[in-house]
């Protein structure tokens, strides 16, 4: 390699529509005796050139550098998984005349670290056109910049692609599923809450005192309240839960059996949020219970921890926001 004594020089634009941390836009490294390194950070998208003035024919051309300055060769090595005195190969743009570097962001982060670049860029076979860049501190604040606004318009991109870090994972695949199908059931929920009133004030239900008188024997039977009472009365007034069954039909319902278990889970999901209302903390204390505890329950107390601990935050969240329209509709 020469041993010329070489210095360098920046050369500033304007900067446009970029970040306030930036000075300019580009910056160039420049050699006297006419190489340069040239770095564009326009839209926080680098584009690193090395103009040589010697033209080649090969479009991967060997090059060998070294970053000066404590460490930054050997980080920038350990990017690359390759030792200092390996060749490595950058790309010759024929229409630009230019070179670009093959790791180029590695190349970038490695100018805001050094202190000088030494570079050897083979044009020909065993003819290497030698260049030494110094670096100031004010070149590394910009070069640094750069690649920050690089690294946060990739991560932006990234995000709103999906890709990357952001790209699907099996758990966010299965907590978007699980949203979904909240926001599903929160439909009929809604559904449910808005056509009660009509419901009440029809014919259409039976009355209390037609239904059945006897209280559920089981945590089973207790988690059925509207079901419950909708099996029976299918025997009892098999006409009047046709028309019931087309009213809820209409109203977006897949069957009688569809609405009567969803009025199963708002029933006793309201009671639990009453009950909250009156001992704050009640429900947390539900949602709490662990594995090894439930293990020890009796299995009515462990069906209504289960009943509760099965819903999505967006459903508890509705529960709450309607409870005290839910009993007002009710009372």
């Not at 501190?137 to 991560?155: K, L, T, Y």
């Not at 990234?158 to 907590?175: C, V």
């Not at 209280?215 to 046709?242: D, H, R």
């Not at 289960?306 to 009993?327: A, I, K, R």
């Amino acid at each position: 390699m020469s041993n010329t004594t070489l210095t360098g020089t920046i050369v500033s634009v304007l900067l446009l529509g970029m970040p306030s941390a930036f000075a300019q836009a580009a910056l160039t490294l420049e050699d006297p005796s006419g190489p340069q390194i040239e770095v564009t950070c326009d839209n926080a998208s680098p584009d690193i050139y090395i103009h040589m003035l010697e033209s080649t024919s090969d479009f991967a051309t060997p090059v060998r550098l070294l970053f000066q300055g404590t460490k930054v060769d050997a980080n920038y090595r350990a990017r690359l998984e390759v030792d200092a005195d390996e060749l490595e190969y950058w790309q010759y743009d024929e229409n630009k005349a230019v070179f670009e570097p093959s790791f180029p962001i590695a190349f970038l982060d490695a100018l805001a670290e050094a202190d000088r670049v030494i570079l050897d860029v083979f044009v020909a076979e065993d003819r290497p056109v030698p260049g030494i860049f110094n670096i100031t501190a004010e070149d590394r604040n910009f070069f640094s910049s750069c690649s920050e606004a690089n690294s946060e318009r990739v991560h932006t991109e990234l995000k709103a692609l999906g890709l990357g870090p952001y790209a699907p994972t099996e758990e966010s695949i299965a907590t978007e599923k699980a949203e979904r199908a909240a926001g599903g059931r929160i439909y009929y929920y809604a559904n449910y809450m808005g056509l009660l009133p009509e419901l009440l004030e029809s014919d259409l239900l039976p009355s209390y005192e037609e239904s059945k008188s006897a209280p559920a024997n089981t945590t089973s039977e207790a988690l059925k309240p509207v079901s419950g009472q909708i099996t029976y009365f299918k025997s009892t007034k098999p006409e009047q839960m046709a028309r019931l069954e087309e009213k809820v039909i209409y109203y977006g319902f897949e069957s009688l059996d569809q609405w009567a278990q969803t009025g199963d889970v708002i029933t006793v999901a309201m009671i639990h949020m009453q009950y909250d209302q009156q001992k704050p903390g009640f429900v947390q204390e539900i949602l709490a219970h662990t594995e090894e505890e439930k293990a020890q329950m009796s299995q009515g107390k462990l069906d209504y921890v289960q009943f509760m601990q099965g819903f999505h935050p967006s459903e508890l969240d509705w529960f709450y926001e309607n409870v005290d329209e839910y009993f007002r509709l009710t009372e």
